[in-house]
């Protein structure tokens, strides 16, 4: 049962002898009772120390995972409070 989901994005730039170009991968972080889950990862709520939040201005920001593996940012363009209030519920 998923409890919350969070969108971010990765933003891909792509170098080539004549060209630039910008691809926008849009993903989500799930959280589950036991666990959070990105498109390449998977932390355990056990794993999880805290989560933060900067914001960057014209509602972009990035949202850090703190976990026994190190700190995982994740680049939003969506409001976060509710993700971070759920996460923290479960971590406390």
């Not at 920001?61 to 026994?68: A, I, N, P, S």
Request: aromatic fraction near 12%.
């Amino acid at each position: 049962m998923i409890i919350a989901i969070q969108a971010y994005y990765k933003v891909e730039r792509i170098v080539s002898a004549d060209n630039l170009e910008t691809i926008i991968h849009r993903r989500a972080l799930c959280l589950y009772p036991t666990r959070i889950v990105s498109a390449y990862r998977e932390f355990l709520i056990d794993e999880i120390f805290d989560i933060s939040f900067r914001d960057l201005g014209q509602g972009h920001g990035v949202l850090y995972l703190h976990t026994k593996q190190g700190v995982f940012p994740y680049t939003v363009e969506t409001a976060v409070e509710l993700f971070i209030s759920e996460v923290k519920r479960l971590i406390l």
